[in-house]
């Protein structure tokens, strides 16, 4: 039993608040010295059966400062207390001691002594194959139009809904790995869904079948992933270790592994990654070091791919020493400053890139590897929520600040801000569609955290803010392949799910769901829909 609530300790831990953005700030008052000793055996004891040896991390997430960043340790130290509902988690107030939880609670925040090493042959030996994929129909098991199906993550329980777009009826309800983060990707022909958890678990689904066939864990600590546009690659961008693994993406086998490190030796964090469609090529952020890094995956091997669109590609190709036939070497564009946070033009010529705590935006061209504009952007944008329409003659593209509560609004060809449209409070998600008049964003930080508003693309103001659940936070939205509706997340224990007409604004219907967060459309993922996320 108590080898069980371990697994639930911190499963439940890393539970994230929407609110819990920093680590906890060190209080003021004296903190109760920690005998270290007695915490490691209280954790082999209580926790090491979920949570790994070193607390790296097993059924349940790893606990390490690096993981832990974003959660208060008052809140761990109540979780422990009394468990949380709806997770394996049970509370060890009976259990434990106050001075045992606090102490336990130090530890997991306290670096670990053990090398945060997770090489290829632990990549290797962490595959799960649950399903033969060579057995099962190619066929999808169930009537629908398979390019307007949606899947839901639900970050309560750690699941996920397969959801009909049409008639909203829920096809499967599945258990996803702990803390799902970034935008889960589709297969191009939109078959298969890959998901990646913070603990660095990569799980592959296939729709058709409605089964998750295959799982590894790439990494320790890991920021997102990306799908190539030929299907057959992904890359994972990782914290911990710091580095990006590309794996196959039919059986999540380890096909190379790179190691952070700029051309001066200094190691990075990978902030996240991005599929370049155009240019066959992933793009790499790095947190720490001033480089951006492009990884072309075509079967040609690099060279031959910089040929196509790299200005310079015979001289870089001598200075990096890419062998021709190499795959995924690395092309490394420096840059003026750190950038961390992207958005890409249509064409994925320019990148906007900017640093968590910076002022400017930057315009890097990414065929020169020249910078050719700079950005106010002052707000703290987040840019990979980011979305382009067309406004009078021009090509906007508009992104929420989760700093300030505006809407910044800019135009592609001068790069110039054309309007800040002020909201309730800042903001995290922004969607629209082709099809649509209208762009929704959410208010996701503050008291106003329960609206969000309905922006008129032509006219770049605010025509109605809507409160879809007074008191619980309403936050990410997503349409239908035809834009006709549009679906957004009730973010709360008790959340919903809920559907509206895109163009009346009237609810449709609403669906209970556990803290539902990114919900993603197959064909306006596959299609790169202007108005969705990439
Ligand atoms: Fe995210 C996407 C970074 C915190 C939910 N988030 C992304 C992406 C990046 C990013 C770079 C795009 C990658 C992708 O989709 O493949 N997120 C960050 C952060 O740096 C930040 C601020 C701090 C952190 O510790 O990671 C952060 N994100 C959060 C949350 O706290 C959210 C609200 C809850 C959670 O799940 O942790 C959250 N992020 C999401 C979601 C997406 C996302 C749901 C996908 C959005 C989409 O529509 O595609």
């Not at 958005?343 to 910078?371: M, S």
Request: net charge positive; proline share 4%.
């Amino acid at each position: 039993l108590i080898a069980r609530s371990v697994l639930t300790i911190l499963l439940s831990l890393c539970t994230l608040s929407s609110h819990a953005y920093s680590a906890d700030k060190l209080s003021n008052k004296a903190k109760p010295v920690v005998d270290h000793s007695k915490a490691e055996k209280l954790y082999e004891v209580h926790c090491q059966s979920c949570h790994g040896v070193d607390r790296l991390g097993a059924m349940g997430p790893a606990l390490l400062p690096e993981n832990l960043a974003r959660f208060r340790q008052k809140k761990a130290i109540k979780v422990i207390n009394k468990g949380r509902a709806a997770t394996q988690m049970p509370a060890f107030g009976q259990v434990l001691n106050k001075s045992e939880i606090a102490s336990l609670v130090e530890y997991i925040y306290t670096p670990s002594k053990a090398s945060l090493k997770w090489t290829m042959a632990d990549i290797n030996a962490s595959k799960v194959q649950h399903f033969d994929q060579s057995k099962l129909p190619n066929t999808a098991q169930f009537e629908a139009d398979l390019m307007n199906l949606f899947i839901v993550v639900e970050l309560g329980d750690h699941s996920a809904t397969l959801l009909n777009g049409d008639t909203f009826e829920r096809l499967d309800r599945f258990k996803t790995r702990f803390a799902l983060h970034g935008g889960p990707k589709y297969s191009p022909d939109g078959r298969f869904v890959y998901f990646a958890s913070r603990d660095g678990w990569i799980s592959k689904y296939d729709i058709y079948n409605r089964k998750t066939v295959s799982e590894v864990r790439a990494a320790i600590n890991t920021r997102n992933i990306a799908i190539s546009s030929d299907g057959k690659y992904l890359i994972v961008g990782n914290y911990l270790p710091q580095n990006v693994v590309i794996l196959n993406a039919d059986d999540l086998s380890p096909i190379k592994v790179i190691d952070a490190v700029d051309s001066e030796g200094n190691s990075s964090r990978v902030s996240a990654v991005y599929n370049a469609p155009p240019r066959y090529s992933f793009i790499v952020a790095l947190k720490d070091v001033k480089e951006v890094w492009e990884i072309p995956y075509s079967d040609k091997g690099g060279v031959e791919v910089y040929k196509g669109w790299a200005h310079d590609y015979k001289n870089e190709a001598k200075a990096e020493g890419w062998k021709v036939q190499e795959q995924f070497p690395v092309r490394r564009i420096k840059t003026d400053d750190y950038l961390n946070d992207f958005f890409f033009d249509p064409d994925y010529i320019n990148l906007i890139g900017t640093a968590r705590n910076n002022h400017n935006g930057q315009v890097i061209n990414l065929d020169t590897k020249k910078k050719i504009a700079s950005i106010a952007l002052t707000g703290m944008p987040h840019l990979g929520s980011g979305i382009t329409w067309h406004y009078k003659d021009k090509e906007v593209f508009a992104s929420p600040n989760i700093k300030e509560g505006k809407i910044t609004v800019i135009d592609m060809e001068d790069w110039n801000v054309i309007k800040e449209i002020k909201t309730e409070g800042p903001g995290f998600f922004m969607r629209s569609h082709s099809n649509s008049p209208y762009a929704w964003t959410d208010v996701f930080f503050g008291p106003n955290n329960d609206k969000v508003h309905v922006i008129d693309k032509s006219t770049l103001k605010i025509v109605k803010t809507l409160a879809p659940s007074p008191g619980k936070n309403a936050a990410h939205v997503e349409f239908t392949k035809d834009g006709k509706y549009v679906l957004l997340s009730v973010w709360d224990m008790d959340g919903e799910l809920i559907v509206y007409d895109a163009n009346t604004l009237e609810i449709v219907t609403r669906m209970p769901m556990k803290k539902p967060s990114g919900k993603y459309n197959v064909f306006n993922k596959i299609s790169y829909e202007k108005g969705t996320s990439h």
